[in-house]
């Protein structure tokens, strides 16, 4: 069975701490993204990757950055942790324009 | 901006009902996904639809898309408890080239 791993299923962090979440896929994809995901709000994408080493700016970059050095992991990063990045936070990989694989979330709360 | 929109945001019914969701979008597109989201969990994808297509059936779910009046339907026919969830529509947003942009979701609530 295909899968998309998010390190960790619920997370909770200090203010202006630098946070780490990690996505991995095995399915051979390409493309890999960074939503966050808040009530209301729906899915807004943070950045995205078509292949090792390349990455997009998505609708809400800012205090985010990433880095994806193997095909199969595509890193988030929290530079500087704030209260207002407390969100649901879901990776997802697609081949081509073909449906997403998304993993099943992180829950991040920023204290 | 956002391209899809679903309509309504809540809907529940009885076991055994059918459910109808739609989505309407702003610009042309090549192909619209359906997908459901449980609880607290990542989104499962349901179906795609290319532009040139104009209905698909997966098991229980059918899904329509009339580009001409920038709008698909997705129904769930003879509804289950288990069908409880969000349901979104994601369009590929043209800018942004294999990405697809979701809509705010309907949230479906399945009557015992």
């Known amino acids: 069975d295909v899968k998309v791993t998010q390190s960790s299923r619920y997370l909770v962090k200090r203010t202006g701490e630098k946070v780490f979440l990690e996505c991995v896929q095995d399915m051979d994809h390409e493309n890999m993204f960074w939503y966050r995901q808040d009530p209301g709000l729906g899915l807004r994408l943070i950045y995205f990757s078509y292949d090792v080493k390349m990455k997009e700016k998505g609708d809400i970059p800012e205090g985010y950055s990433v880095s994806r050095e193997k095909k199969e992991r595509f890193s988030l990063i929290l530079e500087s942790a704030s209260t207002n990045q407390t969100s649901m936070y879901l990776c997802?990989?697609?081949?081509?324009?073909?449906?997403?694989?998304f993993g099943s979330g992180t829950r991040l709360t920023v204290v | 901006s956002q391209q899809g929109e679903e309509d309504p945001q809540a809907l529940s019914i009885q076991e055994g009902e059918n459910a109808t969701m739609n989505c309407s979008y702003k610009t042309s597109i090549n192909n619209l996904q359906w997908y459901r989201q449980n609880s607290g969990r990542g989104l499962v994808h349901l179906i795609l639809?290319?532009?040139?297509?104009r209905e698909k059936h997966s098991g229980r779910l059918r899904v329509t898309l009339d580009t001409s009046k920038k709008s698909s339907s997705l129904l769930i026919t003879a509804s289950r408890a288990a069908d409880t969830a969000s349901y979104f529509c994601?369009?590929?947003?043209?800018?942004?080239?294999?990405?697809?942009?979701f809509g705010p979701g309907t949230r479906l609530s399945v009557l015992p």
């Open positions: 997802a990989s697609s081949l081509y324009d073909y449906g997403y694989t």
């Open positions: 994601a369009t590929d947003a043209k800018n942004y080239g294999q990405n697809f942009v």
């Open positions: 639809i290319r532009s040139n297509e």
